[in-house]
């Protein structure tokens, strides 16, 4: 299993920015996609309307700010055409967030970002006005990025959420390190089954069924859990959640029973099963030099599972673009595999990559 860490990032803005603020998150699902992996970090958006607790007892914005900002890494902002609601302190609740969390992490975790786009008809003067005055305040504090078109934003956010993270990630001498509560995160055996396994399917689904015998989590056909079997349901289901918290899995129906993988998903499974099929051909290969027939690999079983020739044959194409195999070709395609220098760095490289068998197989 690989062990890492999950960073958050609040997303704080008026309700102007709602594009915005849904884009974002596809942002840090797309950086999950790309970098969880190889990087051992799973980034968490949080946003007020999804994270935060109702209770009494003080000040909303209050509330709020004490929930949610002393566990988040990084804080998005973006501004448009309004400033927002003013607080006991500040102008507003998102220059409250931006302000006590500048002072509780420093300014330069702050990503700020301004629409400059054509403001709304009924817009108000003094909402206008509020923001360009802020916008000026914060000119001698730090940077900031305009942008005028939603796609504009993600392009942009996108590429500053690269830069921050490169100096965030602590795996150097100088690199500054996340808040002290972030979770460790496991990405678990089960989890990354569930994942591949699913790609298998067209739709990629994974279900979680429940009846009288208990609950049972299954993709592709194959059941991964055991009802009336209490270990195995928590684990499974737990992969589940994980997978969800990646946002490589959505819940289709809010029932929790049915979920769907995300674009992102299909993608982290893909480099899963590069992992997955370079170790069955270091299992496989007699010697240094000897090749892995593809009729070989597809007798093979696969978390529970048995892809096709051609399924293998396309994950092959890919592994020998990457250098990572040389491959005998027939007019039928790839026949067979061996490994480079280059597939077995992989592996080394992912040595903690593990999967799960199902505990019961579907009849």
Not at 249 to 259: A, P, S, T, Y
Request: charged share 25%; with cysteine.
């Amino acid at each position: 299993m690989q062990r890492g860490i999950i960073a958050r990032i609040f997303i704080a803005s008026p309700s102007d920015v709602m594009e915005e603020r849904n884009e974002a998150c596809s942002v840090i699902a797309e950086w999950n996609a790309a970098n969880s992996l190889a990087r051992s970090v799973i980034l968490e958006p949080v946003r007020v309307e999804t994270h935060s607790q109702v209770t009494q007892g003080g000040h909303p914005q209050d509330l709020i700010n004490g929930q949610l900002l002393k566990r988040c890494d990084l804080l998005l902002a973006v501004f448009w055409s309004k400033i927002g609601t003013p607080t006991v302190n500040d102008a507003s609740g998102t220059i409250q967030e931006i302000r006590e969390f500048a002072e509780m992490k420093g300014h330069e975790r702050v990503l700020l970002f301004f629409c400059n786009r054509n403001f709304p008809y009924a817009t108000e003067t003094a909402q206008i006005d509020a923001v360009k005055q802020f916008k000026n305040c914060v000119k001698d504090k730090g940077l900031y990025r305009e942008f005028e078109f939603v796609s504009d934003f993600a392009r942009a956010f996108r590429q500053q959420l690269d830069i921050t993270m490169n100096g965030l990630i602590p795996s150097g001498e100088g690199q500054q390190e996340f808040a002290a509560d972030t979770k460790e995160v496991t990405l678990s055996p089960e989890a990354c089954t569930l994942l591949i396994a699913a790609s298998l399917e067209s739709r990629g689904t994974i279900t979680n069924i429940r009846s009288r015998s208990g609950h049972h989590v299954a993709a592709n056909q194959v059941y991964y859990s055991q009802g009336n079997d209490g270990r195995s349901e928590s684990r499974w289901e737990d992969a589940i959640e994980l997978l969800e918290t990646c946002f490589y899995i959505e819940d289709l129906g809010r029932k929790r029973e049915v979920f769907k993988l995300k674009a992102v998903g299909f993608e982290a499974a893909d480099k899963l099963w590069h992992v997955l099929l370079l170790k069955r051909v270091e299992l496989l290969q007699n010697h240094e030099h000897s090749y892995v027939d593809i009729e070989d690999l597809a007798k093979e079983k696969y978390v529970s599972q048995s892809p096709t020739i051609g399924f293998l044959r396309e994950k092959a194409l890919f592994l020998q673009s990457t250098g990572n195999i040389e491959t005998v070709r027939t007019d039928t395609g790839i026949a067979a595999i061996r490994l480079t220098d280059l597939g077995r760095k992989t592996i080394r490289e992912h040595a903690w990559l593990d999967f799960a068998d199902s505990d019961s197989i579907a009849s």
